[in-house]
């Protein structure tokens, strides 16, 4: 059974940082590409940063910068190093697997809320 659990959400003043983690069993994580997404109050989904199972990544502009993702697959486990927050990073922040190009999240998971106090 495939199981994605996120963790390292909270609260956080503007400018701040925090790191998530997206624990990962019930298949070959090494094989996989993997995403974050995450949802804003009364917002859509919108993909965050993408790391290839070759370990190439790619981020939305809104993260460039400022975010970093990566990936340790003796452990499988999917990161997001967040810096420089800011009151627009507020959002449900879900790990997904797959979502290295448009339409290929396969599953996420139950999301870690990340927000950001001005």
């Known amino acids: 059974q495939v199981q994605l659990v996120e963790s390292g959400g909270g609260l956080v003043q503007f400018g701040g940082s925090l790191r998530l983690s997206c624990a990962t069993s019930?298949?070959?994580?090494?094989?996989?590409?993997m995403s974050w997404v995450r949802q804003a109050p009364g917002k859509g989904l919108e993909w965050v940063s993408a790391?290839?199972?070759?370990?190439?990544?790619k981020y939305a502009d809104s993260a460039k910068g400022r975010f970093t993702i990566s990936r340790d697959n003796e452990k499988n486990t999917l990161y997001l190093q967040m810096n420089s927050l800011r009151s627009d990073d507020t959002a449900v922040y879900y790990c997904a697997q797959g979502g290295w190009t448009p339409g290929t999240i396969a599953r996420r998971g139950q999301g870690t809320q990340v927000t950001v106090s001005s």
């Open positions: 790391i290839h199972y070759n370990g190439a990544t």
């Open positions: 019930g298949f070959t994580f090494g094989a996989f590409s």
